[in-house]
Every structure is written in C-alpha cells, then in structure tokens.
C-alpha cells in the first residue's frame, strides 16, 4: 500500500482565501514530513518541514500541522494568491530509519483564481 | 542561491538505446538522489548515494539502472537500455547532511519513442 497519500487531487480557491491541503500517512514510525510545492514543468521546491517532536510549525504564510494520533498532515496557506497555484506533495522519511530518502505523495493541484 | 543543476533538460531516445542523464549537485552536499515522476504522477524514489556508493534504492531501480559519481561535481544517472515506460521526467536532489532539506533539480524530461 502506499505509505502517504492526498485526500484530494484538486483544490479550486479564491484569490486571498485560506487553503487547507490534506495528506495522511501510514507509517506510525515516521519522524519527518515535507511539503513540496510543484510549478508545470519544473522540479518540487521546499516548502515547510515538521518533525514528529511538534504538532504546529509556521512559516512565511504557511503553517504545517501533524496530528500523529490519526496520522494526518495538513499545509494551510494563508491569503492564498494565483501565484501558489501548483501541485503540493507531502513527502515523509522512508521506512529506512538509518536512510535519508523520501517517499512522496500523490499530489493535490491548487488552483487559484482572481 | 545554490542550486542543482541537471542536463540535459530534455532528451528524446529510441527505446533500447543507452541515456544518461547528468546532475551537478549542490556543492557541500554529502548525500544524492535520482528520483522520477511519470506524467500526471506521484514523484517516485529511485536511489540515492553516499560517501561513493548506494545508500537505498528502490524497486523501480533494478539492473538496467546505475549511478556514478565520476568527479567531485557531476552525478549520473545512467539507463542502460531504455524502455518505453522508462519515459518521465527525471529529478536529481542532494542534501547537505542528515536532518536538512533535500533540494531538487528542475529535472531532465526523457521521452522514449
């Protein structure tokens, strides 16, 4: 089965809206989440981590919460703009513990429209 | 900003010949990765390199797959004999050191016809 998965392929917003992206996950022993964001055509970019010590991290406009009783993890982006529209991946650690690699989600596009 | 860089950007081969894809990592970086994602899907792992040799690979990565670090900058990523499902678009990534974020390339498009 696959260890992290999307709720939702796509999400439609408003230009200054708040997103919500969904992802939960499987493996009870990850330590470590990502969330990358993908542009058409181009490579995933960072976005924001959590590691499984905390519940809530925040950055510029963007907030990740991990909710490690249900496995869920969640990206909220704030006031969203037609520039966040993209394919956002969660991504956790791989069930090598010793390992670096990542396993990826399978993505939900974000549209955004003015 | 640093960043990775990878070549070609797209490359078009006949099923069966040999593809090699190249990636510059970022330049202190300790650990690399070639990842693949086919059209409309999931970013998925292929392998990843440490300290000269395989650190993890996963099924997708079997013998008609190898790596090589052939000088301190370039890491390839070589195909032996391409098939049609091999084409996607393929990412180089490194990370600095356990316990930092994984940076990605802006991936080499490899179509086999």
């Known amino acids: 089965g696959e260890s992290v998965g999307l709720h939702l392929p796509t999400l439609s917003v408003q230009e200054g809206d708040n997103s919500i992206i969904n992802c939960a996950y499987s493996?009870?022993?990850?330590?470590?989440f990502i969330w990358y964001k993908q542009e058409s055509g181009k490579g995933p970019q960072f976005i924001i981590d959590i590691r499984s010590n905390m519940d809530k991290r925040q950055g510029q406009r963007v907030t990740v919460l991990l909710n490690k009783t249900v496995k869920h993890l969640s990206l909220q982006i704030a006031a969203t703009q037609p520039g966040d529209s993209a394919v956002y991946f969660c991504a956790e650690k791989g069930p090598n513990q010793a390992g670096t690699a990542l396993i990826f989600g399978k993505g939900t596009t974000l549209s955004v429209s003015s | 900003e640093p960043e990775v860089t990878q070549t070609p950007s797209h490359q078009v081969t006949q099923m069966g010949q040999e593809v090699i894809l190249r990636c510059v990592p970022i330049s202190n970086h300790l650990y690399f990765y070639w990842y693949r994602q086919i059209l409309g899907q999931k970013v998925e792992f292929l392998v990843s390199f440490y300290n000269n040799e395989i650190s993890e690979k996963s099924e997708i990565f079997d013998d008609q797959f190898s790596v090589e670090r052939p000088d301190g900058s370039n890491f390839t990523l070589k195909i032996r004999s391409t098939k049609l499902e091999d084409s996607a678009m393929y990412f180089c990534a490194s990370l600095l050191d356990s316990g930092n974020t994984i940076y990605f390339g802006e991936g080499s498009w490899l179509t086999v016809v």
């Open positions: 493996n009870s022993a990850s330590d470590y």
